[in-house]
């Protein structure tokens, strides 16, 4: 995965993610209009996104949807339940075993909070999640988090700082944290 990074917008390098997010958009429509039964169809899909073929004993239920894809690493018997969405611009890793509830958002990009920069660039850092963690329905993680082996993150969670191994974690984080 690649470390916290800073992208200026318009430049040579975000104009060649741009056109894989094009890419990956397209990809993910197709997926997500596939049968629900049709496995062959969906791994074919999910490996293009990926850029490799998919681990063994992974499970994606549709809809799903990644703007990158290829810094999306999945290890072998992944759960990803309806509706999730991963942002995968610096880089997500789900560790083997990890189950992750419906409508769960997984972060790695952002923008600066200055406004004068805002619409310069875009800002990332990586998402680690280890073993056998359970993330709940409609939780959020949001770049440079890393979660511990065995954690679980509540349903509806927004999760800003790492978590610690063999934890559980609860409820949102919004609160005034500077002004300017």
């Known amino acids: 995965m690649s470390a916290d990074r800073t992208m200026r917008i318009h ?7 741009a056109e894989r997010v094009l890419q990956v958009t397209a990809l993910t429509s197709r997926l997500n209009a596939l049968p629900f039964g049709d ?24 809809p799903f949807y990644t703007d990158h894809g290829l810094n999306l690493h999945l290890a072998e018997r992944v759960f ?5 969405t991963f942002l995968d611009y610096a880089g997500i890793r789900l560790g083997e ?12 990009s952002g ?12 800002t990332g850092a990586p998402i680690d999640v280890a073993e056998n963690v359970w993330i709940g329905a409609g939780a959020t993680i949001l770049p440079g988090v890393s979660i511990g082996r ?6 509806g969670s927004v999760v800003a700082d790492d978590v610690p191994a063999a934890s559980l974690v609860t409820g949102p984080k919004a609160g005034v944290r500077r002004r300017w």
């Open 11 to 17: 430049s040579p390098e975000f104009k060649s993610m």
């Open 80 to 84: 990803i339940n309806q509706g999730c």
């Open 97 to 108: 075993g990890v189950m992750i509830g419906p409508k769960a958002t997984l972060i790695t």
């Open 150 to 155: 065995d954690a679980v993150i509540a349903a």
């Open 39 to 62: 496995e062959a169809g969906k791994a074919a899909l999910l490996g293009q996104i990926l850029g490799r073929p998919l681990p063994s004993g992974v499970t994606v239920y549709p």
């Open 111 to 122: 923008h600066p909070v200055n406004p004068a920069e805002r619409r310069l660039y875009l």
